[in-house]
């Protein structure tokens, strides 16, 4: 299966799952969009649910796992849904309710602070490890799912000119804010420039003064 996705956070995972929803699309091969939601929200719930729950590894498993966990890394990608245990899930039916599960579970784990579970295969991670691990079966799962046609490119497209108007509306009422406080400073007399002012009026007074008093 063919990859082009590179989701690393939980946030690339949001954006490109609000793209898959917004657009039309078929599934691929004999996985339907309900076994692709609900495995990878279980795989999120796993990893911040199961804490304290600690299979007993040898030595060499503990390496192995990480042995394993640094090869996935540098691919960064699963290759064949055979290095996935357990995939793909049953299919409940219900891709309405795989879904809210899957945006529910991607909420909770950026909530999540620790402790985090083991994984099966990898052994102990941390939270950025996990990321890593759920962004990467993201990437795979997403594959088998097909946009029709254009759609995910028109979807993104749009969303980008969304963000480059709003920037420029943003950049546009800061130019118009900074004008405006340069345009009111210039008609505004300082008070240094009315202290000149008042200064020279007070002179040419006491010249008055001295040409209108006294003996010539």
């Known amino acids: 299966m063919k990859l082009t996705l590179k989701l690393k956070t ?24 309900t076994q692709v939601y609900d495995f990878l929200a279980e795989s999120i719930e796993l990893s911040i649910q199961r804490i304290g729950v ?22 960064g990608a699963y290759t064949k849904a055979s290095q996935i245990p357990g995939f793909p899930s049953k299919d409940l039916g219900d891709t309405e309710s795989a879904l809210l599960r899957l945006k529910t ?55 980008e000119l969304k963000k480059e108007k709003a920037f420029a509306d943003k950049k546009h009422h800061h130019h118009h804010q900074q004008q405006k406080k340069k345009d009111d400073h210039d008609t505004k007399p300082s008070g240094h420039n009315n202290r ?14 001295n040409q209108g008093g006294g003996s010539r």
């Open 10 to 33: 939980i946030d690339d995972i949001e954006r490109e799952l609000s793209i898959i929803v917004a657009c039309e699309k078929k599934q691929k091969a004999d996985v339907t969009l």
């Open 54 to 75: 600690a299979s007993k590894r040898s030595t060499v498993n503990k390496l192995l796992g990480k042995y394993k966990f640094a090869k996935l890394i540098s691919k």
């Open 105 to 159: 579970s991607l909420t909770a784990f950026k909530l999540h602070s620790g402790p985090f579970a083991e994984h099966s295969v990898f052994g102990e991670l941390d939270k950025k490890q996990w990321e890593r691990i759920h962004g990467i079966l993201a990437m795979f799962l997403f594959g088998y799912i097909q946009l029709y046609g254009d759609e995910k490119l028109r979807f993104a497209k749009e969303r």
């Open 196 to 209: 000149k002012w008042k200064n020279k009026k007070k002179t040419h007074h006491k010249g008055n003064k």
